[in-house]
């Protein structure tokens, strides 16, 4: 049976408008992810993590690493709140001290250790971008290789507090792997790299906030999806509303190295976020998106 050439036309078109689809990923359904909560901030207003918060709704913002299972290897996606962080922070102002401070603080390898896990067990630690907050424990990790792009590693070497805290990556014993995203496109983003070459695992340039910033898109076999965003934006209506932090809050502690380009990342997840509802976007901080996912050491 043919269809009549006055319809092909017309199915053509409603083909192309059906959303596009990921390649099935052969992970086999062994694919398994945490959220580890390393510690949390003392407090503060909505209105100081996103542009037009409120001035009455309290956040308490969550540092947090992921512990990912794949078959060909487990990743920590990054470190959170280290062993060494009260030294570390003796680099800050007594400002900073004070903006930053932090609570209930559970390093990642302390509640490994709990499940009988070690640095061993890892194949790599990739963290999103090299901020303190998220790379407080890489030393923690011994001879993990760390992912990270030329770009984000020069940055956090040039770098200074409170941004970037440079003796939490001066051991010398640290394996360094330096990754370099491919030019194919992956849902807007125009550079790319498949971790494990099967669609599970997708790593984008998100630069912005960093020179270097990655997010992690994850692909689960069930079918659910997953974006981890870094800091492009702090919290989940940063996203939803397409409105990244308040610029005075940029102007007092300079949280993007390039203000405009991350504003341009927020506006492709903000869209990516309108065309694919169901997809889960995970703002590394946001305390209420993080608590709702599977917490270490609880897996989905």
Do not use: C
């Not at 689960?220 to 397409?242: C, E, L, M």
Request: net charge negative; hydrophobic share 40%.
């Amino acid at each position: 049976m043919h269809l009549r050439p006055t319809l092909a036309p017309i199915i053509a078109l409603l083909i192309s408008l059906i959303p596009p689809h990921l390649p099935a990923s052969e992970t086999n359904g062994k694919l398994a992810f945490s959220v580890i909560i390393t510690g949390e901030s003392s407090g503060s207003l909505e209105a100081m993590t996103v542009d037009g918060g409120s001035w009455f709704t309290p956040r308490k913002l969550v540092h947090t690493a992921a512990l990912i299972r794949h078959p060909k290897g487990t990743i920590l996606w990054d470190s959170g709140l280290g062993t060494a962080l009260d030294e570390q922070m003796d680099a800050f102002s007594w400002w900073e001290k004070r903006l930053f401070q932090v609570e209930n603080v559970q390093p990642a390898i302390t509640q490994l250790a709990s499940e009988g896990l070690s640095p061993n067990d890892l194949f790599a630690l990739i963290p999103s971008h090299m901020h303190w907050d998220h790379v407080s424990a890489l030393e923690d990790f011994p001879g993990v290789p760390i992912w990270v792009t030329p770009d984000e590693h020069a940055e956090s070497e040039h770098g200074s507090p409170p941004a970037f805290i440079k003796s939490q990556y001066d051991d010398t014993a640290l394996i360094w792997k330096h990754i370099t995203l491919q030019p194919r496109e992956y849902e807007g983003f125009e550079y790319s790299l498949d971790i494990f070459n099967d669609g599970s695992l997708i790593l984008v340039d998100l630069s912005g906030h960093t020179h270097g910033q990655l997010g992690l898109f994850l692909n689960h076999p069930s079918g659910q999806r997953y974006f981890f965003i870094g800091d492009t934006a702090w919290t989940a209506k940063g996203v939803t509303s397409n409105r990244g932090r308040p610029a005075f809050v940029d102007w007092l502690v300079g949280v993007d190295s390039d203000y405009e380009k991350n504003a341009a990342q927020l506006d492709k997840i903000h869209q990516l976020h309108r065309q694919y509802p169901e997809l889960i976007i995970v703002p590394a901080h946001d305390e209420l998106v993080n608590r709702s996912l599977a917490v270490f050491p609880e897996f989905y």
